[in-house]
């Protein structure tokens, strides 16, 4: 099996400043990690993803940072806006079979 | 190109009945997942179709089943219904051919609440 976990269930920032949420997973096997974005009312949707053979990729505003050694996976928010509050998930694919999804965190940008 | 659509959005259901949900995935994409939303326990995946045919499965009961038409289109169905199934049943389309085309795109959901 895999567990998916993450470091603090709520975060809170200031608008424009940068956010770093974090997620920590146990097979060291994992192919493909996912972040994804889930709003009040709404499915997850889609935000960057890294494969196992990669360490970072950047996309508009978000970086995602895997670190294999520690079984660590972390997304940050550049300058996180009111429209960055949301419910973040990260998700792997273990042996290119299932997902498995994080608990999630809440973001929460004070204006 | 239209997202993945799921009908109903809301239904409310009481315990020992059956429900169908469904599915319609984005135009092209050939894999339907289903999961399963709770505050308690998260994201958990159901099942996964591809072309018609059941191809991984989650630790759930027999009661959740689904299926997967010629055209990609996905339903799935619990039976004798209990509290615990009320969540959030959400589907995930993706083209699912190659390591580049895991990305999954997820529904709107279908809340169900079961009394």
């Known amino acids: 099996g895999e567990s998916v976990g993450l470091h603090l269930p709520t975060l809170s920032v200031q608008e424009g400043d940068n956010s770093i949420i974090n997620c920590a997973y146990s097979?060291?096997?994992?192919?493909?990690f996912i972040w994804y974005k889930q709003e009040s009312g709404k499915g997850p949707q889609f935000i960057i993803d890294?494969?196992?053979?990669?360490d970072k990729r950047q996309g508009q505003r978000v970086t995602v940072l895997l670190n294999k050694t520690v079984k660590h996976l972390s997304l940050q928010i550049a300058a996180t806006q009111p429209g960055d509050s949301a419910v973040y998930f990260c998700?792997?694919?273990?042996?290119?079979?299932?997902?498995?999804f994080g608990s999630g965190t809440k973001l929460n940008v004070k204006p | 190109k239209a997202g993945v659509t799921q009908t109903p959005r809301y239904l409310i259901k009481t315990r020992g009945q059956q429900v169908t949900l469904s599915c319609s995935p984005i135009?092209?994409?050939?894999?339907v997942s289903w999961y399963q939303q709770t505050p308690g326990q998260g994201l958990q995946f159901l099942f996964e179709?591809?072309?018609?045919?059941?191809?991984n499965k989650g630790n759930f009961p027999g009661r959740f089943s689904g299926r997967q038409f010629s055209n990609s289109r996905s339903e799935m169905n619990v039976s004798t219904l209990e509290l615990g199934d009320s969540a959030l049943y959400l589907c995930?389309?993706?083209?699912?051919?190659?390591?580049?085309?895991?990305?999954?795109?997820f529904g709107p959901g279908t809340r169900l609440t079961v009394t």
């Open positions: 995930a389309s993706s083209l699912a051919e190659g390591l580049s085309s895991y990305e999954q795109y």
């Open positions: 097979n060291s096997a994992s192919d493909y």
């Open positions: 890294i494969r196992s053979n990669m």
């Open positions: 998700a792997l694919l273990y042996n290119f079979n299932k997902f498995y």
């Open positions: 135009s092209g994409h050939r894999s």
């Open positions: 179709y591809f072309s018609e045919t059941q191809r």
